[in-house]
């Protein structure tokens, strides 16, 4: 969904991918998309198997691409732009459409026609796209968070109207739970925030917190639209995704999520995600649709960064000038505001095995 970026940029993803989908080694069985649901019930056969992924040739796209297929998926991948499709086919990674559990579709997030022919005959959608700032630096602008917001609304609309899709799992962020303005700061106890937590999209814009308000804006507009309406809905707010590759696949997004990261790391809410914790939870997350054991929203995280050296490393891995010592002060052994919340992931994701969510990932993210 309207990732733009320049062809640099987009051959150094290209070139990541390729590397990344040799190493996963990549070849799978094809499945078949496939009949339409009859009313009220799951498509059988094949077609049950049969999800479209936005965005998923993205960090985050990709890796849930490949979780999928690791779960025996047939995935149809929705490219928006011709060049996407052709460097896919330049990489010959997966031989005709179909030959290795992919397909690829072109549609436009933008377009409800082109949504509706690339989610038909699929059972559910992983909507994990998102827009970037070519420029790189500024990350987000005011109007690409509108933008999200239109094609969050549009893309649910499209699942609603595509008869074969009963579920779509989207991907949020958890900047749209952390930034209020009217949290008691005088609490003996630290403030929860979980699910039931949104950003204020007042507090985002007067502070231009751009990537917050979009992400908040079109998690609502997702909300909004899946109300009263056939088609289950969950979406998944990770903290700041990372994992090998980030910092050139991811690093724009990172830069624009990092906007604010002073007071959020002062407050104990900078938390980090490893792609393969947010890939196997948007799938987990899916499954579990079936016999409505998930539903709402989920808050998505490995660790929180509670040390200015670990802030300072992140901002380093991402070319950034270090701004850590900023943080430290007097304040530094005040107790903590707040305290970020996962429970209901861990719940969901032990409800079939183990969790693995309190694994602490090392700050060399890359």
């Known amino acids: ?130 827009f970037v700032d070519p420029g790189g630096m500024s990350g987000y602008t005011k109007h690409m968070a509108s933008l999200e917001a239109q094609a969050a609304e549009r893309v649910i609309e499209a699942c609603v109207r595509t008869e074969s899709v009963r579920k779509c799992v989207f991907t949020s962020s958890l900047l749209a739970c952390v930034w209020r303005q009217n949290y008691s700061h005088d609490r003996r106890f630290p403030t929860i925030i979980d699910e039931n937590c949104w950003s204020d999209e007042s507090f985002c814009r007067d502070n231009k917190l751009w990537f917050a308000l979009g992400k908040t804006a079109a998690e609502k507009a997702a909300w909004r639209a899946a109300r009263g309406r056939d088609l289950k809905l969950v979406t998944i707010c990770p903290g700041l995704v990372t994992g ?63 040390r200015p050296e670990e802030f300072a490393e992140l901002e380093r891995q991402l070319g950034l000038p270090s701004r850590a010592v900023a943080a430290q002060g007097a304040d530094d052994d005040r107790p903590a505001r707040f305290e970020l919340c996962k429970r209901k992931l861990a719940r969901l994701m032990s409800s079939r095995r183990r969790c693995t969510y309190d694994t602490y990932y090392s700050v060399a993210f890359d």
């Open 244 to 306: 090998p590759g980030f910092r050139r696949r991811n690093s724009t997004a990172s830069i624009a999520y990092l906007k604010g990261a002073h007071a959020m790391l002062a407050d104990g809410l900078l938390a980090t995600a490893n792609v393969e914790t947010v890939a196997e939870a948007h799938v987990r997350a899916f499954e579990a649709m079936s016999d409505n054991t998930a539903g709402g929203r989920y808050i998505c995280y490995d660790h929180v960064i509670q």
């Open 1 to 130: 969904m309207g990732v733009l970026r320049s062809t640099q940029s987009l051959q150094a993803e290209v070139d990541e991918l390729r590397a990344s989908l040799l190493a996963a080694g990549w070849r799978r069985s094809a499945g078949h998309a496939g009949a339409k649901r009859a009313p009220g019930g799951e498509p059988g056969g094949a077609a049950a198997r049969t999800v479209c992924v936005t965005g998923g040739i993205s960090f985050v796209g990709f890796a849930v691409v490949d979780r999928l297929l690791r779960h025996g998926y047939t995935v149809r991948l929705a490219l928006e732009t011709q060049e996407d499709m052709d460097k896919l086919r330049e990489m010959e990674m997966f031989g005709e459409d179909g030959r290795d559990g992919v397909w690829t579709v072109m549609a436009n997030v933008m377009d409800p026609e082109s949504l509706h022919r690339a989610f038909d005959g699929c059972a559910g959608v992983f909507h994990t796209s998102g």
